[in-house]
């Protein structure tokens, strides 16, 4: 079960010390803030020591305080609307250097993407797209930009590929009215979590289809109908996600893919420059 940070500290206020209800108090109204300060800063804030601070993050089942930093980061990032996340991320990068700021930033999500990533599930999910009786991809929002490269990499390879399109409840479904045993769906989704893609998987699941979710979460809400969770770190660059981590995670999914379909591959992507030369589609005049 998912925890509710918020509601807890608010319920367990009245068995605090004075230090710590400071420190709930002050968490309560401002938590998006709170989520990025150090504890040092936190405690300078509310006027109780660093070592007040660590004690009520362990007082929370925490292991430290960077460990209920992150519980706080993942609230912001499910819970704050598009204008507030637009006050957060201008608070963290300051009057510095964006670009520098931003592109490091993406290079550290990448970094503790590949450590954390569960290698088996990549394998599986692999396996399970080569051998599919259909590849099912969806993505709802800005996820749907990675859901429409993801399919079209794949279908240069395959010729069952479906990218589902969401604009139309009622229409997704009918898009995969056909989905069942022997398919795969690929579910990609950050937060905000959109109820469509968590109703999408709910529906494949229950239709047998194997489901591949690529997210932020083991928390996330798509992630308990998935037979394989591949996780991608993922944050607020301003009103929107950062999605460089999970755009690698399929750039790594399409390779090893490919790989395996090399033979197939090759005779298709041959027929395909040759219909490309016949119709003129790429121009021959560049370099």
């Not at 993505?139 to 604009?167: E, P, Y």
């Not at 937060?191 to 928390?219: C, E, L, M, Q, W």
């Not at 399409?254 to 121009?283: G, M, P």
């Amino acid at each position: 079960m998912k925890r509710n940070l918020l509601k807890e500290i608010e319920e367990r206020m009245p068995t605090f010390s004075k230090g710590q209800k400071l420190i709930s108090v002050y968490i309560l109204d401002n938590y998006d803030k709170a989520a990025y300060m150090t504890a040092a800063k936190l405690g300078a804030i509310v006027k109780v020591s660093e070592s007040t601070v660590v004690r009520f993050a362990i007082e929370l089942g925490f292991a430290g305080y960077p460990e209920f930093q992150h519980s706080l980061q993942e609230i912001v990032r499910t819970k704050l609307t598009s204008f507030q996340r637009i006050e957060v991320t201008n608070n963290l990068i300051g009057d510095g250097d964006v670009l520098t700021k931003v592109l490091l930033s993406d290079t550290d999500k990448i970094k503790h993407t590949l450590e954390e990533i569960d290698r088996e599930d990549f394998e599986s999910a692999v396996e399970h797209i080569v051998a599919a009786r259909s590849i099912y991809v969806i993505g709802v929002r800005s996820s749907s930009s990675l859901a429409g490269f993801l399919a079209h990499s794949l279908g240069m390879i395959f010729d069952n590929v479906k990218l589902v399109q969401t604009a139309s409840g009622s229409e997704m479904f009918e898009q995969m009215l056909g989905i069942g045993e022997g398919d795969v769906m690929i579910a990609i989704s950050f937060p905000r979590y959109s109820k469509k893609i968590i109703n999408a998987v709910d529906f494949a699941k229950h239709r047998g289809a194997n489901v591949i979710a690529i997210t932020d979460s083991a928390a996330s809400p798509i992630a308990p109908q998935a037979s394989q969770i591949l996780l991608a770190k993922s944050d607020m660059a301003s009103f929107v996600d950062s999605l460089v981590a999970p755009l690698s995670i399929i750039n790594a999914i399409v390779v090893a893919v490919s790989r395996k379909k090399q033979d197939e591959l090759t005779v298709r992507l041959r027929k395909l420059e040759e219909i490309w030369d016949e119709y003129d589609v790429y121009d021959k005049n560049q370099g």
